[in-house]
Every structure is written in C-alpha cells, then in structure tokens.
C-alpha cells in the first residue's frame, strides 16, 4: 500500500536503508538495536531541521567580522514515552538548546485505543517548534492525541519523527492535522489485524530497553 501526501516526507538516504535493515533483523541485540535508532534518528533530524527559519547576524572570526546565522526562536523535543526516548539524544545532539516535553501516552491493547499516563505541559510560554519523536506510527492513535495537546497548549508549528510509518496511521493523521510535516525513514507496507506495523520491526520500545 503506497501513501503519498504533500506534508509526509520519506526519507530518501542509503544509510537509512542501512540502519532500517539492522532495525529490523530480529537477530539484532538491544545494543546494536539503540545504535540503528540513533543513527536513524540523527538522519531524520538533519532532515526535519533542514528549513526551520534563521535569524542573522554577525561573529567575529579570529580574522574578520562575517554574517552568520542562527536559529529562530524556542524548539521543543517531545518524545513519547516510552519508546520516543531512544530518538531523543540524536535530536538534542543537533538542537543542544531545544527543550524537552515527555508525553506518556500507550495503546490499550484490546482497543488500540490511545491511553494518556503522563503530561506536564505548562499552561502558557509554548515554543516556537515542537518536534514530537516516537519510534513508529501504527494506527495514529498516540499521534492524533499528542498533536492535540500541543495544539491545546499553543503551538504553532508541529513537526513529527518516526522510523516507521503505517499508510493507516499516516492516512488519520493528515486528514486529521494536514498541517503537521511528518518524516518517517520509511512507510512500510500495512497493519495486522492486531494493528502492528508489517513487515515492521517488532515492539520498539521493548527492542530499545530489552525488555521482550
């Protein structure tokens, strides 16, 4: 099943293909697994960060004084719990600055239904950016839930990173939130009858924290 759609951008990059192979060999441990996940996710970054707007100015070089250019405004990294944390790092590497939003949200399993267990945004003061991070879009359940909490909370622009993404779950999110830019390092094929990604790579968050 082929998914195309103005604001979800595959990444296009040998070394993704690379990484996605050893994501998704069950023979890979957990450490070599976090590894892949970094890796991935440091591509997706350099990726998603490609156009966010500058603001100029100058510096002085041991030679000369030059334009320069930096980023404009507050960014906030948002993993979602638990899986999102082994893609964190990789952002942050790149956005040293960025602040970090956790967003507890599971699927029940018998419904496939989002369930929030954990959130703390504040009230006011959103950022600029928010760059939510979660390893894989099934069925967009978790997805369509925290878009709307940070949409509650202000933000005006959203941005979305996953590893793998489901046509079903891409499908509910743009017809849901068309303005939320989604890169996935790949679009795999459908969900199961039990709504997990095929042909996938397993349960991410137990593949990152060993816990099978």
Not at 39 to 66: F, N, Y
Not at 79 to 91: N, Y
Not at 175 to 185: K, L, N, T
Request: charged content about 15%; proline content about 8%; aromatic content about 6%.
């Amino acid at each position: 099943m082929q998914f195309q759609h103005p604001s979800v951008t595959p990444l296009q990059h040998s070394l993704a293909q690379h990484h996605l192979a050893g994501l998704r060999d069950s023979a890979t441990p957990s450490a070599i697994f976090r590894q892949h996940v970094d890796c991935l996710a440091s591509l997706l970054a350099a990726e998603l960060t490609r156009d966010l707007p500058l603001q100029s100015g100058t510096v002085q070089t041991p030679m000369e004084t030059t334009p320069a250019f930096r980023l404009k405004g507050r960014l906030a990294i948002v993993p979602i719990l638990r899986a999102g944390l082994g893609m964190t790092d990789a952002f942050l590497r790149l956005l040293p600055d960025a602040e970090v939003r956790h967003l507890g949200i599971c699927r029940d399993e018998a419904t496939a239904m989002p369930v929030e267990y954990y959130q703390k945004l504040p009230d006011s003061n959103p950022p600029d950016v928010a760059i939510i991070v979660d390893p894989m879009l099934a069925t967009g359940g978790s997805i369509l839930h925290a878009v709307q909490l940070l949409k509650r909370w202000g933000v005006p622009q959203i941005r979305f990173a996953c590893l793998i993404a489901a046509p079903e779950g891409l499908q509910q999110l743009t017809s849901v939130h068309p303005d939320v830019q989604v890169f996935a390092a790949s679009i795999d094929r459908q969900l199961n009858s039990r709504s997990y990604i095929l042909p996938g790579l397993g349960d991410a968050g137990d593949r990152i924290f060993n816990t099978p």
